[in-house]
Every structure is written in C-alpha cells, then in structure tokens.
C-alpha cells in the first residue's frame, strides 16, 4: 500500500523556519517526490519537486532561494526546508508522488502526481 506522511507543520512567525517531512511506504528510486501547496480559496500549486535517482530540484518562483527540498533515500523521506517564511506562505502543504524512471524534473502538476498525503498546515503570522 502506498503511502506519504506529512509532518512538521505548525505556526511560526515571519521570517522564521520550519522543516517539512514526506515519509513514504515505498523505496525512493525512481519516484519524483512534489511539495503542493494550497491556500483558503486559491488552486493547490506546485512549489517544489525533486528526482530521487538524479536529485534534479524544482522550485517556483514564489519559493525560489528560502526553500531547498532535499531527499534521503536510506529513511525513505523528502524534505523541505522553508526559510524566511512569510504570511502568504500560510497554507496546507502536501506531499505528493509519481513515477518518474527518466531523470530530471519540471513543474509539478497535480494531475500528474498519483500519490498523496493528508497534508500538514504551515501558519505564518505575528
């Protein structure tokens, strides 16, 4: 059975940082492993991916130099660091992930991750 556990959510004031875990049930070779988000009222987006045979990283502009997504493939878990954080950061946060056996990695759709966590809720506010 596949499964992704979000964890490391929580409140944190602005400019502050929180790590996010993306715990899976499944070996992390050729799997590429998205952090979504989504807000109250808006699309859930794409923010970051990563390829977990090559590494490539993806990041969205939004989040581009305050998060690093990384991966530790012996633990089965990604993660994402977020740095700086800032109140439209606030949202839920999802892992998500899809079989990728090519190297590389783009902008994450959420039509085409087949996997999902039950998302965990980053607040950012004073």
């Known amino acids: 059975q596949v499964q992704l556990v979000e964890s490391g959510g929580g409140l944190v004031q602005p400019g502050g940082s929180l790590r996010l875990s993306c715990t899976t049930s499944?070996?992390?070779?050729?799997?590429?492993i998205a952090w979504f988000r989504q807000a109250p009222g808006k699309e859930r987006e794409g923010i970051s991916g990563?390829?977990?045979?090559?590494?490539?990283?993806y990041y969205a502009d939004s989040v581009k130099g305050r998060f690093t997504i990384s991966r530790d493939n012996a633990e089965n878990t990604v993660y994402l660091q977020m740095n700086s954080l800032k109140p439209e950061d606030t949202a839920v946060y999802y892992c998500?992930?899809?079989?990728?056996?090519?190297?590389?990695?783009?902008?994450?759709?959420?039509?085409?991750?087949?996997?999902w966590g039950q998302g965990t809720q980053v607040t950012v506010s004073s």
């Open positions: 990563i390829n977990t045979s090559d590494g490539s990283t």
């Open positions: 499944f070996t992390l070779d050729y799997y590429a």
């Open positions: 998500a992930a899809a079989i990728r056996v090519i190297g590389g990695i783009g902008t994450p759709y959420k039509d085409e991750y087949n996997y």
